[in-house]
Structure formats: structure tokens, C-alpha cells
């Protein structure tokens, strides 16, 4: 399904300061056009389920756990992002779910794209339609 | 002191799906060269402390409250960062620190300059000799 796995710095300072993470362009396939973050997401909460005909989206969890489930319409891979994991980069043509497993956990993407509604696919008939898998 | 400020989509979900930021490239007067996050900060911790020679830095509090300190050198200017208050570009030659209110917390940060060491001013003495007030 072509999801690359991407390795971001992952800084635990002293004194109880954090843990500093860093998306250096260097580092992305991409130039950033477009920066999202969801928190509050309740636990048992279901996000994304939509495809991009275009855009590409590095999905990075800053903190708690989210599950993401790729489906290019023939196969399902199920990857958990973690602040210890890698981000993945979605590619273009996928259909994309994030399932927030605790509460309080915070997803960063990071976009190739700006926002364009016409790049959206929220239909999954629709998305299968527009891979050809279905008439 | 010529602190801009920047509101940026602030999208409440539905059935408890959480808040979107959303942060795009049209609205933000640099490219995004870089981007970091802060999370699991003690309420107490007091980071940053530091000036910028060159490097702008775009600050979004996206969850908690975080105070910004900006100083010139001559005068200091305290901001609120909140998920609801606007955005944060803190110019370069400004000495900032940020002071961390509630537990849990989360800054995104936004910068028109990959990492440079040599970019940083650690020393509060020496910025105000780089800004010519002291010497």
C-alpha cells in the first residue's frame, strides 16, 4: 500500500519540560502547505474516513495512541500511531481512518496540499468507483 | 514589538470527535520549514528562553494555556496562549519564554527556518549585546 514510515526527533527534557518533537522539512517528501491537529477527541471516537485524490498526509500522534486503518480498496492494513511510533505518510488514493483509543490524544498532519473540497472522496462507494474496483 | 497575531480555524466536531486546528499555508506569511510540538510539560515549567537572530516563530497553544513572554530588551510583553486566543508570530531579536499553566498542555509551533544552532541566543546578556542596549 506504499505507507511510509517516517522517524521524527523525539526530545524528553530534564525538569519535567516535556518531550519536544520536530518536523523538519529535511526530513518530509513534501513542502508543507497545510498543518492540522485534532485534540479532545473523545476515546471510541471515529475520524477521517474520507480519500484524497491528491493530497498527501503525514500522520504523526504527539500524544495517547490512535489506530489508523488504510484500506486502498482491496486490503485493510491497521497501523498504530504512537508518540514512540513512526508517522506514517498517506498516500494519495487511500481510504483513511483514525480510531482515538484514549482520551486526550493529540494528531498532527502535516499536508502537501491546502484545503480543496474537490479533492475529498467521503463516499466509500464512490472511492471504489473512482479506483476502478467497482462500476 | 511587532507581535502579529493570527486566528486560524478552530472546528468543534460533533459527537465528542474533538477540535480541528487548522493551519494553512495562505494564511501564514512564510513557508513552513519547520515544525515542532511541546506536550507533557509540567504546569510550572518555564521553556524557551532564548532569541532568535534570524528564525520567525509562529506560536499556537492547541490545548491547556501557556503564557508567552516577549522581551526586546527594553520592554517585556506577557500573552495568554490559549486554544481560543489567537496565534503568536514572535519576530526574530525577541527574547521569549514560554510558561506552562495546566498540566498537559500542547504547543505547536510554526518556523520559517530549518535548525540552526547558530541561530539560537542562549545567553540573556549576550542578547542584549546583540541588540546593541548593552555593552
Given at each position: 500500500?506504499?505507507?511510509?514510515?517516517?522517524?521524527?526527533?523525539?526530545?524528553?527534557?530534564?525538569?519535567?519540560?516535556?518531550?519536544?518533537r520536530?518536523?523538519?522539512?529535511?526530513?518530509?517528501?513534501?513542502?508543507?502547505?497545510?498543518?492540522?491537529?485534532v485534540?479532545?477527541?473523545?476515546?471510541?471516537?471515529?475520524?477521517?474516513?474520507?480519500?484524497?485524490?491528491?493530497c498527501?498526509?503525514?500522520?504523526?500522534?504527539?500524544?495517547?495512541?490512535?489506530?489508523?486503518?488504510?484500506?486502498?480498496?482491496?486490503?485493510?492494513?491497521?497501523?498504530?500511531?504512537?508518540?514512540?511510533?513512526?508517522?506514517?505518510?498517506?498516500?494519495?488514493?487511500?481510504?483513511?481512518?483514525?480510531?482515538?483509543?484514549?482520551?486526550?490524544?493529540?494528531?498532527l498532519?502535516?499536508?502537501?496540499?491546502?484545503?480543496?473540497?474537490?479533492?475529498?472522496?467521503?463516499?466509500?462507494?464512490n472511492?471504489?468507483?473512482?479506483?476502478?474496483?467497482?462500476?
Amino acid at each position: 500500500m506504499n505507507l511510509k514510515k517516517y522517524n521524527f526527533k523525539y526530545i524528553v527534557e530534564e525538569k519535567q519540560q516535556g518531550i519536544l518533537r520536530v518536523f523538519d522539512s529535511k526530513e518530509i517528501p513534501f513542502k508543507i502547505e497545510r498543518v492540522f491537529t485534532v485534540v479532545n477527541a473523545s476515546s471510541g471516537s471515529k475520524r477521517g474516513q474520507h480519500a484524497h485524490k491528491k493530497c498527501l498526509q503525514l500522520l504523526c500522534c504527539i500524544s495517547g495512541e490512535v489506530e489508523l486503518v488504510c484500506d486502498n480498496g482491496i486490503k485493510k492494513t491497521i497501523i498504530s500511531l504512537t508518540p514512540k511510533n513512526e508517522a506514517i505518510l498517506v498516500p494519495s488514493g487511500i481510504w483513511a481512518e483514525q480510531n482515538y483509543l484514549i482520551n486526550n490524544s493529540v494528531l498532527l498532519v502535516l499536508c502537501d496540499q491546502p484545503y480543496d473540497e474537490s479533492d475529498y472522496i467521503r463516499d466509500y462507494e464512490n472511492f471504489l468507483k473512482w479506483k476502478g474496483i467497482k462500476k
